[in-house]
């Protein structure tokens, strides 16, 4: 007997695919390459690839990139990028959804799809001067954005000034949006995307016992807002913001004896950060320097974190316990990035204006 499966049903199974089986389904048929391609089953198997947590690969980077998937850690295989290197290897400015930001020793941006090969190279924006950037997706426009706070110059105790530009892709072209008095803190670390918004830690001021403020870009509005921090224990070192299961979180140093990991379980709700484990030195081998919250294992009992750029552990919630990673094909120092593999598309209709664009500048 033969069956006629529904098209609804058949995107309900291929959703729960890989996206390199997805492109060698393409093609089968003229049906299943319309159906693969169609923006509704992308986004089909975007959700279900965040929602189960499923589909994801760790990126290594030194000179080269390396990557492997997330869920068995190993092999690590080298991973082309699209621009051109000059010896000197890329950056990755971000994640978001599947696509990389990712930046050359020249400037040259782009937005790519490491897992469909696409990628998208940006205008050229000239910043001789320190900034940094964040990658992430602006849910009302359906437009992902690269945004770069370029810092202008201070003195002493006044607050510093910023200049703060955004690229999407629909315009494809720079815009000055609304500045802000701020730059990046030390160590210098580019924006976390996470409820629609880029998270920084950033100072007013140049002395650097001056209390760190968490500022949020919601790129739907442009607009920029504070967040409240949680009500912490004891006096902090160094603080950071990662991304956490899709949640914003925060990494409190106090030093070398013990760092906290911070959840905020509602967006925006000051109440509801919690702290998801404490480190302290003896748990780990070396300085409790940096550590960054990369993914929960698929049972949501373990986390994987990165350690001063040398080394992965699982740390068990449990046993709260740390277990060091290691895979062959790993380089011996690096700094991580967790993409999704996905079909998101960077084909997208955009105006025909390159180069820089002040017209749309909010004002303070």
Same mark, same amino acid.
């Given at each position: 007997?033969?069956?006629?499966?529904?098209?609804?049903?058949?995107?309900?199974?291929?959703?729960?695919?890989?996206?390199?089986? #997805?492109?060698?389904?393409?093609?089968?048929?003229?049906?299943?390459?319309?159906?693969?391609?169609?923006?509704?089953?992308?986004?089909?198997?975007?959700?279900?690839?965040?929602?189960?947590?499923?589909?994801?690969?760790?990126?290594?980077?030194?000179?080269?990139?390396?990557?492997?998937?997330?869920?068995?850690?190993?092999?690590?295989?080298?991973?082309?990028?699209?621009?051109?290197?000059?010896?000197?290897?890329?950056?990755?400015?971000?994640?978001?959804?599947?696509?990389?930001?990712?930046?050359?020793?020249?400037?040259?941006?782009?937005?790519?799809?490491?897992?469909?090969?696409?990628?998208?190279?940006?205008?050229?924006?000239?910043?001789?001067?320190?900034?940094?950037?964040?990658?992430?997706?602006?849910?009302?426009?359906?437009?992902?954005?690269?945004?770069?706070?370029? $810092?202008?110059?201070?003195?002493?105790?006044?607050?510093?000034?910023?200049?703060?530009?955004?690229?999407?892709?629909?315009?494809?072209?720079?815009?000055?949006?609304?500045?802000?008095?701020?730059?990046?803190?030390?160590?210098?670390?580019?924006? =976390?995307?996470?409820?629609?918004?880029?998270?920084?830690?950033?100072? $007013?001021?140049?002395?650097?016992?001056?209390?760190?403020?968490?500022?949020?870009?919601?790129?739907?509005?442009?607009?920029?807002?504070? =967040?409240?921090?949680?009500?912490?224990?004891?006096?902090?070192?160094?603080?950071?913001?990662? =991304?956490?299961?899709?949640?914003?979180?925060?990494?409190?140093?106090?030093?070398?004896?013990?760092?906290?990991?911070?959840?905020?379980?509602?967006?925006?709700?000051?109440?509801?950060?919690?702290?998801?484990?404490? #480190?302290?030195?003896?748990?780990?081998?070396?300085?409790?320097?940096?550590?960054?919250?990369?993914?929960?294992?698929?049972?949501?009992?373990?986390?994987?974190?990165?350690?001063?750029?040398?080394?992965?552990?699982?740390?068990?919630?449990?046993?709260?316990?740390?277990?060091?990673?290691?895979?062959?094909?790993?380089?011996?120092?690096?700094?991580?990035?967790?993409?999704?593999?996905?079909?998101?598309?960077?084909?997208?209709?955009?105006?025909?204006?390159?180069?820089?664009?002040?017209?749309?500048?909010?004002?303070?």
């Amino acid at each position: 007997m033969k069956a006629n499966l529904s098209l609804d049903l058949i995107a309900d199974i291929l959703s729960r695919l890989p996206v390199k089986h #997805l492109l060698c389904l393409r093609c089968v048929s003229k049906l299943w390459r319309s159906l693969i391609d169609d923006p509704d089953f992308i986004n089909l198997h975007l959700r279900h690839s965040l929602d189960s947590r499923t589909n994801h690969t760790l990126i290594l980077k030194n000179t080269d990139l390396h990557t492997a998937d997330l869920a068995c850690l190993g092999p690590f295989a080298k991973l082309e990028h699209p621009l051109m290197s000059y010896n000197h290897g890329v950056e990755i400015q971000g994640s978001c959804n599947g696509l990389l930001c990712i930046r050359n020793i020249v400037e040259d941006m782009a937005i790519w799809n490491p897992s469909t090969r696409k990628y998208q190279v940006l205008p050229f924006l000239n910043s001789c001067k320190g900034y940094v950037c964040g990658f992430g997706h602006d849910p009302i426009a359906d437009d992902y954005k690269v945004v770069k706070i370029i $810092q202008l110059g201070g003195a002493d105790v006044k607050p510093l000034e910023s200049e703060v530009k955004v690229c999407s892709l629909k315009r494809n072209r720079w815009r000055k949006i609304q500045d802000i008095p701020c730059v990046s803190s030390f160590p210098v670390a580019n924006g =976390v995307f996470a409820s629609g918004a880029l998270h920084w830690v950033l100072t $007013q001021k140049l002395d650097l016992s001056e209390e760190n403020t968490i500022v949020a870009l919601d790129l739907a509005t442009e607009s920029f807002r504070e =967040v409240p921090q949680p009500e912490y224990e004891r006096m902090i070192y160094q603080l950071n913001v990662g =991304v956490l299961g899709g949640c914003l979180c925060v990494v409190a140093n106090h030093g070398d004896a013990r760092v906290d990991l911070w959840v905020m379980k509602e967006y925006g709700v000051k109440e509801s950060w919690t702290i998801l484990f404490s #480190l302290a030195s003896e748990d780990v081998i070396g300085s409790l320097r940096f550590l960054k919250p990369l993914a929960y294992s698929r049972c949501g009992n373990q986390v994987l974190l990165e350690h001063d750029k040398i080394n992965l552990f699982w740390y068990d919630l449990e046993k709260k316990k740390a277990d060091d990673v290691w895979v062959p094909g790993m380089p011996f120092s690096y700094e991580t990035e967790v993409c999704l593999q996905s079909l998101v598309s960077l084909n997208v209709k955009r105006r025909q204006q390159n180069g820089e664009d002040n017209r749309d500048i909010k004002k303070m």
